[in-house]
């Protein structure tokens, strides 16, 4: 089992940044990779970003690129959410995931509210 803390959530204007990070605990010898969904209300939960977590390599949704960033500390099993130009769109709770395999995200945090107001 893996556990997964998040944190730095809040309230930020339009145009601004905020940076959420997540921090796994436990059976993290198996992680294939680590990644950020979203939530909107009325919405479903949506891909934003992952990493695998040997290679670093990078994916994110089309919505996001050029905005957000997710950077990794392998050291301190913890993945970031790096978000700038923030829209009022993007108010969501944002939930940190983590697989073993490609097949499924496994393991979910409990989520952080992100609120980008005008």
């Known amino acids: 089992q893996v556990q997964l803390v998040e944190a730095g959530g809040g309230l930020v204007q339009a145009g601004g940044s905020l940076r959420l990070s997540c921090a796994a605990s436990?059976?993290?010898?198996?992680?294939?990779?680590m990644g950020w969904f979203r939530q909107a209300p009325g919405k479903d939960r949506e891909f934003v970003a992952a990493?695998?977590?040997?290679?670093?390599?990078?994916y994110y949704a089309d919505s996001v690129k050029g905005r957000f960033t997710i950077p990794r500390d392998n050291a301190k099993n913890t993945v970031y959410l790096q978000m700038n130009s923030l829209e009022t769109e993007d108010t969501a709770v944002y939930y940190c995931?983590?697989?073993?395999?490609?097949?499924?995200?496994?393991?979910w945090g409990q989520g952080t509210q992100v609120t980008v107001s005008s």
């Open positions: 990493i695998s977590w040997c290679a670093g390599k990078p």
């Open positions: 995931s983590a697989r073993d395999t490609p097949a499924s995200w496994d393991y």
């Open positions: 436990g059976r993290t010898s198996s992680t294939h990779a």
